[in-house]
């Protein structure tokens, strides 16, 4: 049974991008493709993180455009439990098809901790905003958002 549901999760995290599966053409604009697992272990090459941070090819990358919950020290059950969900949900759609590294356009290469700060795209549209729009993100430099709730 759990072989019949990779294909569907599969088909499902496609199905938000229109030829998602398609390779790109020579110069596309989405020249990266990759499978992602979670993070486990001291070593790390291509995985997620959490919701906002992944290993690319050996570089750990924050996403700039968005800020998750916490998985690692979150502040209540809450905000562990959407944590993680932005960490699976981060993962599917990167395993979705090709993505783009994007340096952002204030010219923030590096944040305080030495992550490189990129915007991952596909087709142009921030995969960080995906996630704003189903509650597991919220935008970065907006409002932070309480994710304990009141």
């Known amino acids: 049974m759990a072989v019949a549901l990779v294909p569907l999760a599969a088909a499902g995290a496609l199905a938000l991008w ?3 599966g398609e390779a790109q053409s020579a110069g596309g604009s989405d020249p990266h493709r990759a499978l992602f697992p979670i993070c486990a ?13 992944l290993w690319f090819e050996g570089t750990k990358i ?9 998985v690692s020290q979150p502040a209540c059950p809450r ?6 969900r932005a960490t699976a949900r981060l993962r599917e759609l990167l ?3 090709s993505f783009a590294l994007v340096t952002p356009a204030d010219g923030r290469t590096r944040d305080r901790y030495g992550r490189e700060l ?6 142009g549209q921030s995969l960080g905003s995906v996630l704003v ?8 430099g907006g ?8």
């Open 18 to 20: 229109p030829d998602a």
């Open 95 to 97: 395993n979705a098809g």
């Open 41 to 53: 272990g001291p070593v790390r090459v291509t995985c997620v993180v959490d919701g906002d941070t």
């Open 133 to 140: 729009r189903e509650g597991l993100a919220a935008r970065w």
């Open 62 to 70: 924050r996403i700039a455009d968005i800020d998750t919950p916490e």
């Open 79 to 84: 905000e562990r439990e959407l944590g993680e």
């Open 118 to 123: 990129r915007l991952v795209t596909r087709r």
């Open 143 to 150: 409002p932070r958002i309480a994710w304990c709730g009141v």
